[in-house]
């Protein structure tokens, strides 16, 4: 099938499963040596669901149907994990089943949402799902960001960097608003992508609480 003109065709299936795949346990692989040895400045990157979830999205990027979006998004917090715990278990370091499994059940419900998303922004905006839709998509990555800054604020800052954490709400702020301008046109749906990014934000936050 020949892609129509200005598109961009989707990457081969078996190209884009070894990407995803080997992309993946890279990711967590760098969580794991990021945690031993990353600088103070930067060190939450490396304990936090945000790089996950980030490529979650580029994964998704590489399909163009809603169930493959879903599908590869969904694959990374798993993969992500082998390689997590493949490297700490190398390390010498401690593993536990049950976070491994909280870990892997959590990536699957942020993938998947995170694929449905950015297969809602990818639409061309003629044919994109209702704008209400496409609103609660644009917020959730700056939610994700948000959430894990209120927590990184409030709940840890006597351990971790308070700059790091400004640092991410303003990428959250930031991709909220490039998004907003680019992937929305009426302000209803500008306004719940406000909204969705707030409430993510404060459906993590709580989360991340715990009981």
């Not at 959730?140 to 790091?164: K, N, Q, V």
């Not at 990428?171 to 302000?187: N, Q």
Request: aromatic share 10%; net charge positive; hydrophobic share 60%.
């Amino acid at each position: 099938m020949v892609p129509k003109p200005g598109t961009v065709p989707p990457v081969q299936t078996p190209r884009a499963a070894l990407v995803l795949v080997l992309g993946s346990i890279m990711v967590g692989t760098g969580l794991s040596f990021g945690q031993g040895i990353a600088v103070d400045a930067i060190a939450p990157l490396f304990n936090s669901a945000l790089p996950i979830v980030t490529f979650a999205a580029l994964a998704a990027m590489l399909r163009r149907q809603l169930w493959a979006c879903v599908l590869f998004a969904s694959a990374v917090g798993p993969l992500a994990m082998v390689g997590y715990y493949a490297t700490s278990t190398l390390r010498g370091l401690g593993a536990s089943s049950s976070w491994a499994l909280l870990w892997i059940v959590a990536g699957i419900i942020a993938g998947s949402v995170m694929g449905a998303a950015v297969w809602a922004m990818r639409q061309p905006l003629p044919a994109m799902p209702a704008s209400w839709v496409r609103g609660l998509a644009v917020g959730f990555w700056p939610g994700i960001a948000f959430g894990e800054a209120a927590h990184g604020l409030t709940r840890i800052a006597d351990s971790t960097p308070a700059l790091y954490w400004w640092v991410q709400v303003g990428a959250g702020v930031l991709v909220l608003a490039v998004l907003i301008t680019t992937r929305l046109t009426a302000v209803t749906a500008r306004l719940i992508a406000v909204a969705s990014a707030a409430a993510v934000g404060a459906g993590l936050y709580v989360v991340y609480g715990g009981p």
